[in-house]
């Protein structure tokens, strides 16, 4: 079975840290574009970043952008995003997702984990 | 502010039609073409629904429908069931190799 889970989710004080995992299973990941998507409760889905499949190429969005970095690991088939100075705006469930490139869709989606910036 | 916009919530009734649309307010969308659509219930994670405008995956009924007029794009619900009732999502690629989602749009089945 197709699958993606994620973990690392925590209550963190502003400007903490916090790495996210993202662990796939039923395929390799490193034949796909892997994306990080969050959402604030009750609010929509905003894009955050992706690595291309070859992990060549990393886009972050405008809100994230030298603060959080998108890493894979191969040998543990899992896909991380390490959060720095994170921000009370960070607070949010986030998703990792896979890109299928011939529909231009994320078709795969994990089931999220919960991040809380808080004091 | 997002680069595509959504009516935050549209309603029907059990057997009718709704169309959600999703019009793009950025000369950086990359393609109309690419617009895909998600489903979210209460509680969980997006499912995808529609890829390239019009195409559905393995599993989704036919009830789901999308169209595309320059650029807005649209997401038809036909013969509305109580459990259609969610937000849903649309999504297209930016040229500058990020993706932009759009408000979404709260589903109520009455």
């Known amino acids: 079975e197709v699958q993606l889970v994620e973990s690392g989710g925590a209550v963190v004080q502003p400007g903490g840290s916090l790495r996210l995992s993202c662990a796939a299973s039923?395929?390799?990941?490193?034949?796909?574009?892997m994306h990080w998507v969050r959402q604030v409760p009750g609010k929509g889905l905003q894009w955050a970043s992706l690595?291309?499949?070859?992990?060549?190429?990393?886009y972050y969005a405008d809100s994230v952008k030298g603060r959080f970095t998108i890493s894979r690991d191969s040998s543990k088939n899992s896909l991380y995003l390490h959060m720095n100075s994170l921000t009370t705006d960070d607070t949010a469930v986030y998703y990792c997702?896979?890109?299928?490139?011939?529909?231009?869709?994320?078709?795969?989606w994990g089931q999220g984990t919960m991040v809380t910036v808080s004091s | 502010q997002s680069a595509l916009t959504q009516p935050p919530s549209v309603s029907g009734s059990p057997g009718q039609s709704v169309t959600i649309s999703c019009t793009g307010t950025?000369?950086?969308?990359?393609?109309?073409?690419?617009v895909s659509w998600y489903q979210q219930p209460p509680g969980t994670a997006p499912k995808l629904i529609l890829y390239?405008?019009?195409n559905r995956p393995s599993g989704v009924p036919d009830r789901f429908s999308g169209s595309k007029s320059g650029n807005t794009a649209s997401l038809t619900i036909s013969g509305l069931q109580v459990e259609d009732e969610a937000d849903y999502y649309c999504?297209?690629?930016?040229?500058?190799?990020?993706?932009?989602f759009g408000g979404g749009t709260h589903l109520t089945v009455l």
């Open positions: 997702a896979r890109e299928n490139a011939n529909w231009d869709a994320f078709d795969v």
């Open positions: 039923g395929f390799t990941l490193g034949d796909y574009t």
């Open positions: 690595v291309t499949w070859d992990g060549f190429s990393r």
């Open positions: 950025s000369r950086d969308i990359d393609s109309y073409n690419r």
């Open positions: 390239e405008v019009n």
């Open positions: 999504t297209l690629y930016t040229t500058r190799s990020t993706w932009v």
